[in-house]
């Protein structure tokens, strides 16, 4: 491990500004700020359209208005929206920050939709929005067998590295569009809400960062309005707002979309809040996040989505349930990460699905140990190679469940860590061995300082394959070590193929797994 890892620069406030200087970014104007609401007219879609949680009948579909109106989706089979189904949609207000979302039903399954949004005003009937448009691929029905493709990655805008147009900005979400992948896997830290902007960073080789910088963005998110402005900064960059408009998201949230490493039940001791109190800031934090971006906004945050018969995706919400950070040493099987319900329904899903690869989207790894400061642990593992402690007694129930349950085709994908990698977990290296043998891909980070390697510890038997690094803690998006991967499954073999990919969309591992031969139960599913 580096001496310096990403939470200690965090804890230090290293490459982060208390707030905005005077002047503009590049010298002169003012710094650029969110869209604001405009008291007549036209109303105006001011951060694209997005699409998410795609399934084999069904998308939602976001936009963001200007001001008050009434949101309208067409949807097409054709690029040119001939014929197109209108659906109405909510109200969008300052009730939601202008945001909404509309649930588009009966949809073809496994082909590619293009719809169309508008925003009718409220104060004069017959005025819209000027459209904007995009599209998605839904998910193959139950029975087809087809090519399904995929990239995930998370962590961005984090450590003091935002939208700098002098670097192209984003310019991974251009690499990743290229792919033409079915969906996007954002493997949390969707943004960084305590992680302030400053308008300008000097690189190692004399070069400088500028920064966009909105007033959201010059302090640690607190308020309703400061978590909002998160979403909405991410949102300036074209390259995302591009990708986001032809992609459909898949979210999940860790811990920078409310404040770096938290629990529920957390007291604040960082002197940059004001409110001190994680469940006050965790709310607000999380209706913004479902405000902002295309994800249900209700029933829990932990949900499966499937694929037709190659592909089912587990996407886990380590945050809501998770105990306190300590030594993650105790023996008590109720403590955890996933809590009891969630690590019940993961289990009985897993032992469900007939789907040939069962993906599971763990935003923290599996077996690298993520420090909290001295003495405590962020993550899974806590660095003892023994038998299972901690939360790691959660994840031997999962496995183990698996396993006697003959579930095979198990798949981690993760990110957190700021580094890619390859891990195969083994039970013939393992302390605990009630599992069958599978991989964890790790990969980011998007936009965002590089960090790693960190340790892995040996309970799950994990081997790195592979891995990717920077020789410097915080290396800046400038200089590489950002990193996405892409996942493609073979319709006819149902072989699935892992590339991990740098920012320029560059293939730097490969490994292809073979379609799993089933196996019997030892127990019945539950």
């Known amino acids: 491990m580096t001496s310096l890892d990403r939470r200690t620069v965090l804890r230090a406030g290293l490459l982060t500004g208390a707030g905005l200087a005077g002047g503009g970014l590049f010298g002169g104007g003012p710094a650029v700020a969110a869209p604001a609401w405009q008291p007549s007219g036209r109303p105006v879609l001011t951060h694209g359209v997005q699409s998410g949680d795609v399934t084999a009948e069904s998308a939602l579909v976001w936009t963001r208005a200007d001001r008050p109106g009434r949101m309208f989706v067409e949807v097409s089979r054709r690029p040119d929206l001939r014929g ?51 599209s998605f691929a839904t998910a193959p029905g139950p029975r087809d067998r087809r090519d399904v493709r995929f990239v995930w990655t998370g962590d961005i805008a984090g450590q003091g590295w935002g939208i700098s147009p002098d670097f192209d900005g984003m310019a991974i979400f251009r690499s990743m569009r290229a792919v033409r992948p079915d969906f996007f896997l954002c493997s949390g830290d969707t943004v960084y809400a305590d992680g302030p902007l400053s308008e300008s960073v000097t690189l190692p080789d004399g070069r400088v960062w500028r920064n966009l910088v909105t007033p959201e ?56 809040y004001t409110e001190k109190r994680v469940d006050v800031l965790a709310a607000r934090a999380r209706q913004a996040f479902q405000e902002w971006l295309p994800v249900a906004g209700d029933g829990p945050l932990y949900r499966r989505l499937s694929y037709g018969p190659l592909l089912d995706v587990f996407v886990l919400d380590m945050r809501t349930y998770k105990d306190p950070n300590d030594g993650n040493t105790y023996a008590d099987p109720e403590r955890g990460l996933l809590g009891r319900e969630q690590r019940e329904w993961l289990i009985r899903e897993l032992t469900r699905s007939r789907a040939t690869w069962k993906v599971i989207a763990n935003d923290l790894p599996l077996g690298l140990v993520v420090p909290d400061g001295p003495g405590a642990q962020e993550g899974v593992a806590q660095g003892d ?81 592979f891995v990717h690094a920077p020789p410097r803690a915080n290396t800046s998006p400038a200089e590489g070590f950002q990193h996405f991967g892409e996942v493609a499954i073979d319709g006819e073999s149902g072989a699935l193929t892992v590339h991990l990919r740098d920012r320029d969309g560059t293939s730097l591992w490969t490994t292809t797994l073979s379609a799993p031969t089933p196996r019997p139960a030892r127990l019945r599913p539950r």
């Open 84 to 134: 197109a189904r209108l659906v109405r949609g909510p109200l969008v207000d300052p009730s939601t920050d202008g945001t909404g979302r509309v649930r588009l039903r009966g949809l073809p399954s496994g082909e590619r939709l293009y719809y169309r949004v508008s925003v009718a005003s409220l104060d004069r009937p017959g005025l819209r929005s000027e459209p904007l448009v995009g």
């Open 217 to 272: 963005k010059s302090k640690v998110a607190e308020t309703l309005a400061e978590y909002r402005g998160q979403f909405a900064y991410n949102l300036l960059d074209e390259h995302l707002r591009a990708f986001a408009a032809e992609v459909p998201q898949l979210n999940q949230w860790d811990d920078h979309e409310v404040v770096n490493n938290w629990y529920p039940g957390e007291i604040l001791t960082d002197d940059r």
């Open 385 to 465: 190679p023994g038998a299972p402690a901690g939360r790691e007694l959660e994840f031997a129930e999962v496995l183990g469940g698996a396993h006697r349950a003959g579930v095979t085709g198990i798949v981690f994908l993760t990110a957190d860590v700021h580094y890619t990698a390859a891990h195969h977990y083994d039970p013939a290296r393992a302390a605990f061995r009630d599992f069958t043998p599978f991989w964890e891909f790790v990969s980011g980070p998007a936009h965002a300082g590089a960090f790693g390697p960190n340790a892995l510890d040996g309970t799950f038997g994990p081997r790195a394959a």
